[in-house]
């Protein structure tokens, strides 16, 4: 994909329409292959795929919430289209500050498109960020943010937890837009340093100013990190916001020189969809003013299509992401290509 240059500083230009036309059409997946991942019963909702890759092996966490509160689980799949759950690794706990709340999205995955989307290791183990909070409820109280860590990432095994949140609404820094409850999170590393720091998270999160309408909303922010367990926040305002309703969910992949931003949209206007948003240098991102990436138009989610994680492999782009509809709360893929009429593709 080529990338515009003109004599602006490559780190804080605005990403010209047409390279913003031309994410689009990279990214686009029109075909809806369906459901890939279900709950076990009527009683429970999944939630929040993230996909990384093992020694040729595809593996998902997500998340199970029972009507009480969420548990994060893995399942695996050997052509992306078909998933085996394995089982749990975050559970619930009793008297801990993430008790009922453990909503976990695997950290350092390679970012690459069409890269290994290999999770890398530091100090001998592999990491992940989670949702954590000890109110029971869907979304429930005050949430912040924890970390834990493995050496088994393959394997359904309960993961080490650090014992108290690495961020939270209640801290020194917390901004304005922070100062209420924070939701999901991604960590990612900077490679080329255009932060200064080797750790960036990603996370959307709901301050205590209200809307127009007298409601509050949830924007994403960054925060930074030089040894994965101690972060500060970035800037004074939030990467993407429109105050009103939710900015949410980041992850984000580089195409080429050019870093892309996948998110979802809900309730600036009905409904909840995907969107994108482009960056040179990690911090100064320009949204995509197009159309949705995926909206909804099937039985299954026909009230919500959120929550995005978009790879390419072997020249079809994934896009998994939470559906709400006639089958409840379900996790879903669209590709690029037709993959209910194209059985020649190889795993």
Same mark, same amino acid.
């Given at each position: 994909m080529a990338c515009d240059h003109n004599g602006?500083?490559?780190s804080q230009r605005v990403v010209s329409i047409e390279t913003m036309n031309t994410v689009f059409e990279t990214v686009r997946t029109p075909h809806k292959y369906g459901i890939v991942l279900a709950p076990p019963d009527s009683t429970k909702m999944v939630d929040s795929p993230t996909i990384f890759r093992v020694d040729n092996t595809w593996y998902m966490t997500y998340i199970v919430f029972d009507g009480k509160g969420y548990e994060t689980w893995l399942a695996e799949s050997a052509d992306l289209l078909h998933w085996d759950t394995k089982g749990r690794i975050l559970s619930f706990t009793d008297?801990?500050?993430?008790?009922?709340?453990?909503? =976990?999205y695997v %950290?350092?995955? @390679? #970012?690459?498109?069409?890269?290994?989307?290999?999770?890398?290791?530091q100090n001998g183990r592999y990491w992940l960020s989670y949702?954590?909070?000890?109110?029971?409820?869907?979304?429930?109280?005050?949430?912040?943010? =924890?970390?834990? %860590?493995?050496? @088994? #990432?393959?394997?359904?095994?309960?993961?080490?937890r650090n014992p108290t949140p690495i961020l939270s609404a209640s801290d020194a820094d917390a901004r304005w837009y922070d100062n209420l409850t924070i939701y999901k999170s991604l960590i990612i590393e900077d490679t080329e340093g255009v932060t200064g720091h080797p750790y960036l998270m990603y996370y959307n999160a709901k301050g205590r100013e209200k809307d127009a309408n007298g409601e509050g909303f949830e924007s994403i922010a960054m925060a930074v990190s030089d040894d994965l367990e101690n972060w500060k926040r970035y800037g004074e305002q939030p990467l993407i916001t429109m105050h009103q309703g939710i900015c949410g969910d980041a992850q984000i992949t580089k195409i080429n020189d050019l870093y892309v931003m996948f998110y979802f949209g809900a309730f600036w206007r009905p409904g909840a969809f995907e969107r994108f948003a482009c960056s040179y240098d990690?911090?100064?991102?320009?949204?995509?003013?197009?159309?949705?990436l995926i909206a909804p138009s099937e039985p299954y989610d026909k009230q919500f299509a959120h929550k995005p994680w978009v790879?390419?492999?072997?020249?079809?782009?994934?896009?998994?992401?939470?559906?709400?509809?006639?089958?409840?709360?379900?996790?879903?893929?669209?590709?690029s290509?037709?993959?209910?009429?194209d059985t020649?593709?190889?795993p």
């Open positions: 602006a500083s490559k008297t801990t500050w993430d008790a009922s709340q453990k909503a =976990g %950290s350092l995955i @390679d #970012i690459e498109w069409g890269g290994t989307y290999q999770p890398r290791q949702l954590g909070g000890s109110s029971q409820g869907y979304e429930a109280g005050q949430l912040g943010i =924890g970390l834990a %860590s493995t050496e @088994d #990432i393959t394997e359904p095994l309960e993961w080490t990690l911090i100064h991102w320009t949204p995509w003013e197009g159309e949705d790879i390419k492999w072997n020249d079809v782009v994934y896009h998994f992401y939470n559906a709400v509809g006639d089958q409840g709360r379900v996790i879903v893929l669209a590709t290509k037709d993959l209910r009429t020649t593709l190889e």
